[in-house]
């Protein structure tokens, strides 16, 4: 059985590779590694979320990669808007040195990558935003939880935006989305991915 990504020490033997992207209009590459997620090509539905996001909506320049994997969504934003300050967090400890590695390579420097189940090591509670294309298989409850437990770490007006497959549970995100911000919206929709989008308000 094949190791699988959401993991903290992935017991698949090392095997790096490198991938080049375009993604919000720049030419980026990686390097990618067994046992992490997406390692042959940047997801479809991370390129799909990266090329919807509004930037200009966030109430300020501090964002959240949820789930960063080895960088794409978090260094193509930072990339791409150098006032932001992207934190990337994963579980997994080979993704967070690979995304380091990828962060040096495209310099990129308005960046801080580090290790975090979710928001176990998350501090902050005012992120203008908070993105994630969630681990999947790492099942249902941890898919919500990053929704939910989102709303402690956003500012007033703060983006919560999520890319999630129909058919591995973008409706039921969505209604969850709803229940925890009191608005959702569908901002992308390619090839069965939806990129959905809540704003947190003060009740």
Not at 1 to 6: E, R
Not at 18 to 41: N, Y
Not at 43 to 57: A, Q
Not at 87 to 95: K, L, Q, S, T, W
Request: net charge positive; glycine share 6%.
């Amino acid at each position: 059985m094949t190791d699988h990504y959401y993991t903290s020490k992935p017991s698949a033997k090392k095997d790096e590779k490198e991938i080049s992207a375009k993604l919000r209009g720049q030419a980026l590459s990686f390097t990618t590694d067994a046992g992490v997620f997406s390692r042959d090509r940047v997801d479809f539905g991370s390129e799909v979320m990266i090329n919807v996001i509004d930037d200009r909506i966030f109430p300020n320049p501090h964002v959240l990669d949820v789930g960063c994997g080895y960088g794409p969504v978090g260094l193509s934003l930072a990339k791409s808007n150098p006032k932001l300050k992207v934190d990337m967090i994963d579980v997994n400890e080979r993704a967070i040195e690979l995304a380091r590695k990828n962060a040096q390579r495209n310099a990129v420097k308005n960046v801080s990558v580090f290790l975090s189940s979710v928001y176990d090591n998350v501090d902050k509670t005012n992120y203008g935003a908070v993105i994630s294309n969630p681990p999947i298989r790492a099942g249902k409850q941890t898919v919500h939880q990053i929704i939910i437990e989102a709303k402690e770490h956003l500012a007033d007006k703060g983006v919560l935006v999520i890319v999630i497959q129909r058919k591995q549970g973008a409706p039921s995100a969505q209604k969850v989305m709803e229940d925890t911000y009191g608005n959702v919206n569908r901002i992308g929709l390619e090839k069965g991915y939806w990129v959905l989008q809540s704003v947190k308000t003060e009740q």
